[in-house]
């Protein structure tokens, strides 16, 4: 939701099955009682979804997070040895005020709000996940980005100490993403910094994640320490291990299938393993927003 006053949550005043009727909830900024003292603002985002939402259990308990293991539940078995306190972000390449920034101080002043947004795996299965969070151009615009910037780079934490998975080569560690600089800037992208009302989990990503709702899931990178702007394209992690399978710009699209299977369909986490799938969305059901973007583009070229 919107930002809280006197360190409260929606956690803490809301139980979560009542979260989970949210669009009943009235909108606008409730009273505690006590004092006069102003409570949460429900700041109702425009671009969510109205669909149902998943359980807790489920967005917390089946993760891809390989920087803790391979298999759906290591995630949630092993991130509770990172330490997210304190974190701060590195932001370099063309920007006007590089520098190393506290989490505390890049959020202070963010307009954080509720993102309701649909999430697609590149494995064919979704959720629908409250997100809480900022849109990355706010923090872009408050660096300065210089005119010769095209692309946005990132990258996750590398600590193997806490972060048992980077203790095996499955991947190139750290991780990397990236976006095109029209793509960051988009209101659609937004950092996280919660979900359900909560701080982020370390298995989904904590204390600072990207989200991008109409591109796989992959590409939205989690427990962020840098951020690069550059004229070149940069290097992605999946794009890097195989190329044949995982584009730069891994926008979902039902019509361009994995080499190893079908996008066309896709299941939804909580319907049970016997569960009917769903005709997956261009876009991921978010391409009256972002299909301008790629006006002229060969998707499938440009997978």
């Excluded at 009943?24 to 669909?51: H, N, R």
């Amino acid at each position: 939701m919107g930002r809280t006053r006197a360190g409260l949550t929606w956690a803490d005043v809301t139980p979560e099955a009542v979260y989970l009727n949210r669009r009943q909830m009235m909108t606008g900024v409730l009273a505690l009682g006590a004092g006069g003292i102003a409570g949460p603002t429900l700041a109702a985002s425009g671009f969510s979804t109205d669909e149902a939402v998943n359980s807790f259990e489920d967005v917390t308990t089946y993760n891809n997070f390989y920087e803790f293991g391979t298999g759906k539940d290591d995630p949630a078995r092993y991130a509770d040895a990172l330490t997210t306190d304190p974190w701060s972000i590195e932001i370099d390449g063309l920007v006007d005020r590089p520098g190393t920034y506290g989490l505390e101080d890049i959020v202070a002043g963010m307009d954080v709000e509720e993102r309701i947004y649909r999430l697609r795996c590149v494995e064919g299965w979704s959720m629908v996940v409250p997100w809480e969070g900022f849109e990355l151009n706010a923090l872009l615009n408050r660096v300065g980005v210089q005119p010769s910037a095209k692309y946005v780079a990132f990258e996750t934490l590398l600590r193997p100490s806490e972060m048992r998975g980077q203790q095996y080569g499955v991947l190139e560690w750290p991780y990397r993403e990236g976006l095109r600089l029209d793509e960051a800037m988009h209101p659609l992208t937004i950092l996280a910094t919660g979900l359900y009302g909560k701080p982020l989990p370390n298995q989904n990503g904590a204390p600072i994640r990207l989200v991008v709702p109409w591109k796989y899931g992959f590409k939205s990178i989690k427990s962020i320490t840098k951020i690069t702007l550059t004229e070149d394209q940069p290097a992605t992690s999946w794009n890097m291990v195989l190329p044949r399978e995982y584009g730069f710009f891994s926008n979902v699209n039902p019509e361009v299938d994995h080499p190893r299977w079908s996008q066309a369909t896709e299941r939804r986490i909580g319907g049970g393993l016997f569960a009917k799938r769903q005709d997956t969305l261009m876009f991921n059901g978010y391409a009256e927003e972002v299909a301008s973007l790629y006006g002229g583009m060969d998707l499938v070229k440009n997978f």
